[in-house]
């Protein structure tokens, strides 16, 4: 357990806090835009919620596909989970390991210096979290966390005890933009929020001009 907490610990400094009201989101947005103009969107599938293990990453930024790799996770298939993302546990076996990924990516991110990844959520920081615990390498990278910064834009109430934010999926999010949602896979919801993030900066112009 105190292991896990030093992990966490490690990865909160990389996940810097956001503001909760429209205003200074829309200010965060466009910083972050001016900061980070070619962010690149990381999203995982997983083996399930509880104790989670990466079968599939992808990284997407503007101009393309950075990176999308099916991943042999170390535990068994949540079946509820399998029920949505619908990859058979067959297609992982001859797949490399999260850590052979981490450094696959991370090698990517430094050719393309890039030093932050966005997220629709905290469940991909939950996720490098846990994988860490088990002995895998961090990312060296700030995650920003995109659904938080879509609620407070629009005034959808963030528990400040860091619980769910309802009314703000990723799916919401597309649909309120037009934007076409993904499929449950890592690549299509890494365009999907794609999609969002370069919608959320046009709004957020809009608002502060």
Same mark, same amino acid.
């Given at each position: 357990?105190?292991?896990?907490?030093?992990?966490? /610990?490690?990865?909160?400094? *990389?996940?810097?806090?956001?503001?909760?009201?429209?205003?200074?989101?829309?200010? %965060?947005?466009? $910083?972050?835009?001016?900061?980070?103009?070619?962010?690149?969107?990381?999203?995982?599938?997983?083996?399930?919620?509880?104790?989670?293990?990466?079968?599939?990453?992808?990284?997407? +930024?503007?101009? +393309?596909?950075?990176?999308?790799?099916?991943?042999?996770?170390?535990?068994?298939?949540?079946?509820?989970?399998?029920?949505?993302?619908?990859?058979?546990? %067959?297609?992982?076996?001859?797949?490399?390991?999260?850590?052979?990924?981490?450094?696959?990516?991370?090698?990517?991110?430094?050719?393309?210096?890039?030093?932050?990844?966005?997220?629709?959520?905290?469940? $991909?920081?939950?996720?490098?979290?846990?994988?860490?615990?088990?002995?895998?390498?961090?990312?060296?990278?700030?995650?920003?966390?995109?659904? *938080?910064?879509?609620?407070?834009?629009?005034?959808?109430?963030?528990?400040?005890?860091?619980?769910?934010?309802? +009314?703000?999926?990723?799916?919401?999010? #597309?649909? *309120?933009?037009?934007?076409?949602? +993904?499929?449950?896979?890592?690549?299509?919801? #890494?365009?999907?929020?794609?999609?969002?993030?370069?919608?959320?900066?046009? $709004?957020? /112009?809009?608002?502060? #001009?």
């Amino acid at each position: 357990m105190e292991k896990w907490r030093i992990v966490v /610990r490690r990865l909160q400094k *990389r996940v810097p806090l956001l503001p909760t009201d429209p205003a200074s989101a829309a200010r %965060k947005i466009l $910083e972050i835009c001016g900061q980070w103009p070619a962010l690149p969107i990381l999203d995982f599938e997983t083996t399930g919620l509880e104790h989670p293990a990466v079968i599939e990453v992808a990284v997407v +930024g503007p101009h +393309g596909v950075l990176y999308d790799s099916l991943v042999r996770p170390d535990r068994p298939m949540d079946v509820q989970a399998n029920a949505v993302h619908q990859i058979p546990a %067959k297609a992982l076996a001859n797949m490399a390991p999260w850590p052979v990924h981490v450094a696959h990516i991370q090698a990517i991110l430094d050719e393309h210096d890039a030093v932050a990844l966005g997220t629709w959520s905290g469940f $991909e920081a939950d996720v490098l979290a846990w994988e860490a615990n088990r002995g895998a390498p961090m990312l060296r990278v700030q995650l920003i966390d995109l659904k *938080r910064l879509y609620a407070a834009l629009h005034g959808i109430p963030i528990p400040p005890d860091g619980g769910r934010i309802r +009314g703000a999926s990723l799916w919401r999010a #597309c649909d *309120r933009y037009g934007v076409p949602q +993904g499929t449950h896979r890592a690549r299509q919801d #890494c365009e999907a929020t794609l999609g969002v993030w370069s919608a959320m900066q046009a $709004e957020a /112009r809009h608002q502060l #001009c």
